[in-house]
């Protein structure tokens, strides 16, 4: 079966960057593209961006552009989710999700567990 | 401030349909489908409803969804206690270039 498995958490101080992996398995890695979602304590789902799992070809939400960095590593089926100059703001559940396309339909299928980035000073 | 609409909260008693709503427009709901996502409390998000009204394999069809224009909404037939949950909808927008997702629905089973 689809497994998404991430890092476990993280705390950094203001300022500091944070990587999160995401190991996947059960699929073919570079069929599917990775999407990178967050939430914060309470409050809902915002999405970050996206990487193609084949081409390493990247688009980032506007809000995240020049601070986010997504790649990976074909070879450990591992997709990792950078974001740097971390505030308090960025305290949040980061999570991996797979994109699954079927003709003009698309959806977030398989989410990996969730990393809680925590920024404190 | 969500892109998409919903109720902050529904409830219902054990065996009563609820219905939440999502509202949109026309970048996103009105020319894309639209996916429901489920998420207990302290756990991840997981798909329940995805092409506006197709169910996972795994998904009972007590859940179902509805699509009008603009909006949709996600039924909810013979409620039962562990359906208590946050509900949230999603979809692309051709505008934002990404996905947009709802504020979520916190369902309460009385």
């Known amino acids: 079966q689809v497994q998404m498995v991430q890092s476990g958490a993280e705390v950094k101080k203001p300022g500091a960057s944070v990587k999160v992996s995401c190991q996947t398995s059960g699929y073919a890695f570079t069929l599917y593209d990775i999407h990178w979602v967050r939430q914060a304590s309470g409050q809902g789902l915002e999405w970050m961006g996206w990487?193609?799992?084949?081409?390493?070809?990247?688009v980032y939400a506007p809000k995240f552009q020049g601070r986010v960095s997504m790649t990976r590593d074909t070879s450990k089926r591992t997709a990792y989710m950078e974001l740097s100059s971390l505030t308090s703001e960025d305290t949040a559940v980061y999570y991996c999700?797979?994109?699954?396309?079927?003709?003009?339909?698309?959806?977030?299928?398989?989410w990996g567990q969730g990393t809680l980035v925590t920024v404190s000073s | 401030q969500s892109v998409l609409t919903q109720p902050p909260s529904a409830s219902g008693t054990p065996g009563q349909t609820v219905t939440i709503s999502c509202s949109g427009s026309?970048?996103?709901?009105?020319?894309?489908?639209v996916n429901w996502y489920l998420q207990v409390p302290g756990t991840a998000p997981s798909l329940l409803i995805y092409n506006d009204n197709q169910r996972p394999s795994g998904v009972p069809d007590r859940f179902s969804g509805s699509k009008s224009g603009t909006s949709i909404s996600l039924a909810i037939s013979g409620l039962q206690s562990e359906d208590e949950a946050d509900y949230y909808c999603?979809?692309?927008?051709?505008?934002?270039?990404?996905?947009?997702f709802g504020g979520g629905t916190k369902l309460t089973v009385l």
């Open positions: 026309g970048s996103n709901i009105g020319r894309n489908t």
């Open positions: 990487m193609d799992s084949n081409t390493d070809h990247t």
């Open positions: 999603a979809a692309w927008d051709d505008g934002l270039n990404g996905w947009v």
């Open positions: 999700v797979r994109l699954v396309r079927k003709v003009i339909v698309y959806f977030l299928d398989s």
